[in-house]
């Protein structure tokens, strides 16, 4: 079984200021890790992927997240915010013989001008 | 774009009356997915394939069936819809295998009234 726990609903910062978003997950398998962003009416893009290479790994967009399996953790950065990283994010965790990808159940971020 | 069109992308349906939607890829790929996606839940999977004519359900299989009897498609349907079964409802693919990052479509707005 997998879970993932996305720590904040909704994160809200400034332009130019850092953004951290919080992801726990739960996994019987080395699981493989993914951050997704759906901005407004849209679909969801991948940002980046872990699939049990680096710990850090480096995505779209001047996101990263870094692997800590001593923390059962995932969690996404960016340096500087900026207006078009307003979107909801999820965490997804997959591994085991079940196919699936779990999602968390999102984190909503807003950038204040 | 990863090759997906999900149709229709809005309907508006009554309490009883079948659903089928539809999602289409360019590339046949093996492993395709049903999602529903609802505020505070992130993404809860519906059913999976994993070849013409191989599925299995998902967590939220009730109400729910699908067919896949072409690589390129595969289709959802409500059987009676009902006003829980009003969603946004995305279709997605895995074009690495199983536990590998999915590409989503469009997503379908559905309301039953």
């Known amino acids: 079984a997998q879970s993932v726990t996305q720590l904040d609903s909704h994160v809200s910062v400034s332009e130019g200021t850092p953004v951290l978003l919080r992801c726990n997950y739960s996994s019987s398998y080395s699981p493989s890790l993914f951050w997704y962003v759906q901005h407004p009416n849209k679909g969801l893009q991948l940002l980046l992927k872990y699939t049990s290479a680096a710990t850090l790994v480096k995505g779209i967009n001047g996101f990263e997240a870094e692997f800590k399996k001593s923390e059962t953790s995932f969690h996404l950065t960016k340096p500087s915010a900026h207006m078009s990283d307003a979107a909801e994010y999820f965490c997804?965790?997959?591994?085991?013989?079940?196919?699936?990808?779990?999602f968390g159940a999102g984190t909503t971020v807003t950038v204040r001008a | 774009d990863a090759g997906i069109t999900q149709s229709p992308r809005h309907k508006v349906t009554e309490t009883g009356t079948p659903v089928t939607l539809r999602c289409h890829q360019t590339e046949n790929h093996r492993y395709m997915y049903w999602y529903r996606q609802d505020p505070g839940h992130g993404l809860r999977l519906i059913h999976y394939?994993?070849?013409?004519?191989?599925?299995d359900k998902g967590e939220v299989s009730d109400g729910y069936s699908v067919s896949r009897s072409k690589t390129e498609d595969f289709l959802l349907t409500l059987e009676s819809a009902t006003s829980s079964q009003t969603s946004v409802y995305f279709c997605?693919?895995?074009?690495?295998?199983?536990?590998?990052?999915?590409?989503f479509g469009q997503g379908t707005r559905l309301t039953v009234v």
């Open positions: 394939s994993y070849g013409v004519k191989d599925t």
């Open positions: 997804v965790v997959s591994g085991g013989n079940d196919y699936k990808l779990s």
């Open positions: 997605a693919i895995s074009p690495q295998g199983a536990n590998t990052e999915a590409f």
